[in-house]
């Protein structure tokens, strides 16, 4: 095929370094996407570039010695289950490497955006609190400003004494221009009893609460804010009030709001869009915590509204002493929430700023799924690598395979050739002593065909009276040398016939043979023989030949002994002793065949 040639045009070295192009190309560009969505703090972010290095070198050290270790296609490869462990393990600890940074990440991103989730209530809770205290502290300056003119000090005495109204018109126009702005409802000049000198705006008359306040006012001498309160039977109506006592105890000034337009508004707007988010305006009450502005779809008035102590955050700041915290958990609904707590200074009242915990962890969530995105896409890409190493070394390993079922197809093959070429006999016997594969050799020499000669066992042919050697001789095979011995065997007709065996142990396929060669000795045997027997005549005639010649020599000292007494001299010389003669030799050499 085409793109099959064009990748094998490639070698492993160039496929190698392009496959790690390509992974480190993917892993920068994942790793410094993940890092610039997850890590904002410059300290931390260096210190994840580096854990980030680090992992990379980590990993590419163990990429690159999985792929040296693995050994190109026309080499021997290694064991498929080694392979398969080996890349098993390098995918399971990429996969722990990239689990544990997304892990690691999403830790951090969690930790930072709760940081900043608490902060950003801690805020939104201190800007409503210094917001409040703002509009209370201008409300304050207001009253002193009026308390500084001396206008109303001079009508405050006269009102005191007579009910002069042209002395009180000046004041009067002063408190309709303070109107017209819009911010208070009602201003009035009262007695220290509560009764009414002079009042602009709404009229009304001063309710209990009211008159207890100025009696207060009046008595401590200073600023007092006279709490939200209704000042209607329906609870419709709701006023706050602003009292500072005039000097020489001339009367009291009230500033009278309404809190639904002013103080309501500025308490409970969320500084961004929030669908769950609200800031609620508390005072303790004793063991109660009322709520002065009404929760949100609660359908309660201002006020009216009370849960004990117990049951919110507060009594946990309130058992450490402390004006300002940050709470999780269930708020009065039963709801998870996060919420802040802020004393508004110079009164008793708390402001909670809460968001629903779901709605917080909304975009933690979204990270979170981000990171699993990013976290599920690197193991996929590992999962791709890791099998296309596996898919490269599957073909090294089949190439191999291959290649060495050739080499043994060829070497069986001559195996076969020489086995059943041999003029030896050669057997292959399994342990229990049964005959598996014989050659040629063997069908011609015992007259058995190949069936009827697998079907038979060693003990079939072995000469009956030679069968109790067989049981040590067959274990003898399983030295390191094998063994070799002298035998009789018996062909298929019965017939005897002396045999050399050299046996031995041998493995094929995993299984255990005894390999047999056995070679015929009859003819060695019958040559043995003639040559024994020729021995034996020239034995014979060398004692016969000896006898003759020591005869001969007692005749010839005879005739000698004899001319000597008839004083003839001697005919025949004396033997030298000391000079070669046949018999000797002869006789070393018949020492050399023993009979």
Not at 37 to 52: A, G, I, N, Y
Not at 293 to 318: F, K, M, N, Q, Y
Not at 343 to 358: M, N, Q
Not at 377 to 391: E, K, M, Q
Request: glycine letters at 6%.
């Amino acid at each position: 095929m085409p793109g099959k040639r064009k990748y094998n045009l490639l070698s492993r070295p160039a496929r190698i370094s392009l496959g790690y192009l390509a992974a480190a190309v993917l892993w920068i560009l994942v790793s410094d996407a993940l890092t610039a969505t997850l890590v904002h703090d410059r300290e931390m972010h260096f210190l994840v570039q580096s854990w980030k290095g680090l992992g990379f070198v980590t990993v590419t050290a163990l990429v690159m010695y999985v792929l040296m270790r693995m050994p190109a296609p026309a080499a021997a490869a290694m064991p498929d289950r080694q392979g398969a462990v080996l890349l098993g393990l390098t995918f399971v600890l990429l996969v722990a490497l990239i689990a544990g940074t997304g892990i690691l990440a999403y830790r951090h991103q969690a930790t930072t955006f709760k940081q900043q989730q608490h902060s950003q209530q801690a805020a939104i809770a201190e800007l409503k609190a210094v917001q409040i205290r703002r509009w209370i502290d201008r409300g304050r300056q207001q009253a002193e400003i009026l308390r500084r003119d001396p206008d109303l000090l001079e009508a405050a005495r006269r009102l005191a004494t007579d009910a002069a109204q042209d002395a009180v018109r000046h004041v009067r126009l002063h408190f309709d221009a303070l109107l017209e702005a819009g911010e208070w409802t009602a201003i009035g000049l009262y007695a220290a009893d509560g009764r009414p000198l002079l009042q602009a705006g709404e009229a009304r008359a001063p309710e209990a609460a009211l008159r207890q306040a100025i009696a207060q006012t009046a008595a401590d001498g200073g600023f007092r804010l006279n709490d939200v309160h209704p000042v209607d039977a329906a609870g419709l109506t709701y006023r706050i009030d602003f009292l500072l006592p005039l000097p020489e105890a001339a009367g009291v000034l009230a500033l009278s709001a309404d809190p639904l337009t002013l103080l309501f508004p500025m308490a409970q707007s969320w500084p961004i869009p929030s669908d769950s988010s609200e800031a609620l305006l508390l005072r303790v009450e004793g063991n109660d915590v009322v709520f002065i502005t009404p929760p949100r779809r609660s359908g309660a008035r201002p006020t009216e509204r009370r849960v004990p102590l117990a049951d919110t955050a507060l009594s946990s700041l309130r058992d450490r002493k402390d004006d300002k915290g940050i709470f999780e958990g269930r708020d009065f609904r039963r709801v998870e929430v996060l919420a802040a707590f802020e004393a508004v200074p110079g009164t008793p009242w708390h402001i909670e700023a809460k968001t629903d915990t779901e709605e917080v962890l909304q975009p933690l969530r979204r990270q979170a799924g981000q990171i699993f995105a990013m976290v599920l896409l690197a193991i996929g890409i590992s999962a791709l690598f890791v099998a296309l190493l596996w898919r490269n070394r599957q073909a090294a390993h089949a190439a191999s395979e291959r290649q060495a079922q050739a080499e043994r197809a060829a070497l069986a093959h001559r195996f076969e050739a020489l086995f059943q070429q041999a003029r030896d006999i050669i057997l292959l016997v399994d342990p229990d002593g049964r005959i598996v594969e014989a050659n040629e050799a063997a069908l011609a020499a015992y007259g058995y065909t190949a069936e009827e000669i697998r079907a038979r066992h060693v003990r079939d042919l072995r000469d009956p009276d030679k069968l109790d050697s067989l049981d040590c001789q067959f274990s003898a095979a399983e030295s390191p040398g094998g063994v070799q011995f002298e035998t009789v065997h018996r062909r298929k007709d019965g017939s005897p016939f002396p045999v050399e065996i050299s046996s031995r142990v041998v493995e094929i396929g995993g299984q255990r043979f005894r390999q047999s060669f056995i070679r015929d000795i009859g003819e060695r045997r019958r040559a043995e023989e003639t040559v024994r027997k020729q021995l034996d005549e020239l034995r014979r005639w060398y004692e016969v030949t000896l006898d003759r010649e020591g005869r001969i020599g007692e005749l010839k000292a005879e005739v000698n002994a004899l001319r000597q007494r008839l004083g003839e001299p001697t005919r025949y010389g004396q033997p030298q002793e000391d000079g070669p003669t046949v018999a000797p030799a002869g006789k070393h050499a018949l020492e050399r065949f023993p009979p």
